[in-house]
């Protein structure tokens, strides 16, 4: 199987080739990568990854027409698309339309760097939050407009829940 994935603005393909419950992977693009994974849903939203000898936690939820994926206390914005389809319509899905930015893990709002109405650029920082005591900021998905914050400096927030939108 071959995707073309847009991880942050970089675009790779990725052919996949399942093996029984590993799949052996390539990755060509901004980075160049190859080798074997498993992967195993461990609870909605949650997967376990083994990249080699490397294992790993992902957290996924859905964003717009995209995905929005943390790894170790980094956050991305993922599209994923049929290279075969050649309308583009997979393409720069993830950036299009009010875009929800999510705490994925529960947590402590330390501060809230945004302001209702604020114009942001893609990367800027919106929210810091406290999760097992590791202070990460949270970015803004894509350049526009804050139309919400549903977070309070000091409140706390539960994994997955909406804390700002951005249109």
Same mark, same amino acid.
Do not use: C
């Given at each position: 199987?071959? $995707?073309?994935?847009?991880?942050?603005?970089?675009?790779? $393909? $990725?052919?996949?080739?399942?093996? &029984?419950?590993?799949?052996?992977?390539?990755?060509?693009?901004a980075q160049e990568a190859s080798g074997t994974a498993s992967?195993?849903?461990?609870?909605?939203?949650?997967?376990?990854?083994?990249?080699?000898?490397?294992?790993?936690?992902?957290?996924?939820? #859905?964003?717009?027409?995209?995905?929005?994926?943390?790894?170790?206390?980094?956050?991305?914005? =993922?599209?994923?698309?049929?290279?075969?389809?050649?309308?583009?319509?997979?393409?720069?899905?993830?950036?299009? &339309? #009010?875009?929800?930015?999510?705490?994925?893990? #529960?947590?402590? =709002?330390?501060?809230?760097? =945004?302001?209702?109405?604020?114009?942001?650029?893609?990367?800027?920082?919106?929210?810091?939050?406290?999760?097992?005591?590791?202070?990460?900021?949270?970015?803004? #998905?894509?350049?526009?407009?804050?139309?919400?914050?549903?977070?309070?400096?000091?409140?706390?927030?539960?994994?997955?829940?909406? $804390?700002?939108?951005?249109?």
């Amino acid at each position: 199987m071959k $995707l073309q994935v847009e991880v942050d603005s970089d675009e790779y $393909l $990725l052919v996949l080739e399942r093996n &029984g419950e590993r799949s052996e992977y390539r990755l060509q693009g901004a980075q160049e990568a190859s080798g074997t994974a498993s992967v195993a849903e461990v609870m909605p939203g949650i997967f376990s990854v083994l990249l080699g000898e490397q294992s790993f936690r992902v957290y996924v939820t #859905p964003n717009g027409d995209g995905l929005e994926v943390w790894t170790g206390g980094t956050r991305h914005n =993922i599209a994923i698309s049929d290279p075969r389809d050649r309308s583009g319509a997979g393409r720069k899905r993830a950036a299009a &339309g #009010p875009v929800e930015v999510r705490s994925q893990m #529960p947590g402590k =709002i330390v501060k809230v760097l =945004i302001e209702p109405g604020a114009a942001v650029t893609v990367g800027q920082g919106l929210i810091v939050v406290e999760a097992m005591k590791m202070q990460n900021e949270l970015k803004s #998905p894509k350049d526009g407009r804050v139309a919400r914050i549903l977070a309070v400096e000091g409140g706390t927030v539960g994994a997955g829940e909406t $804390l700002v939108v951005v249109e």
